[in-house]
Nanobody
């Protein structure tokens, strides 16, 4: 019912910034919460942040104070603003949508972020 496409990944230096985008289609976007997850090399996928259908953001401890999640319902898009990037932020970042929180029902294919000099 929902198709998700991530974009905005790439190479960034430690301390730098990057903005990831998750574009949704195929259903009524405002029904769903949307989250960002990441999978670091050799690690399990973990939740980074999510925003409810009402626009309320929630963050994992690793993201608090550095990352900002937001949604633009008019554009069917959710963003993850990454500031003060750290090498440990290197991962494939996935967005997910769902009616239950944290959202895990529909997944995108991921976008890779590499934080290095």
């Amino acid at each position: 019912q929902v198709q998700l496409v991530e974009s905005g990944g790439g190479l960034v230096q430690p301390g730098g910034s990057l903005r990831l985008s998750c574009a949704a289609s195929g259903s009524i976007f405002t029904f769903y919460g949307v989250g960002w997850y990441r999978q670091r090399p050799g690690e399990e996928r973990e939740l980074v942040a999510y925003v409810t259908n009402g626009g309320i953001p929630n963050y994992a401890d690793a993201a608090k104070g550095r990352f900002t999640i937001s949604r633009d319902n008019a554009k069917n898009t959710v963003y993850l603003q990454m500031d003060r990037a750290k090498p440990e932020d290197t991962a494939v970042y996935y967005c997910a949508a769902g009616r239950l929180m944290p959202p895990q029902t529909y997944w995108g294919q991921g976008t890779r972020v590499i934080v290095t000099v």
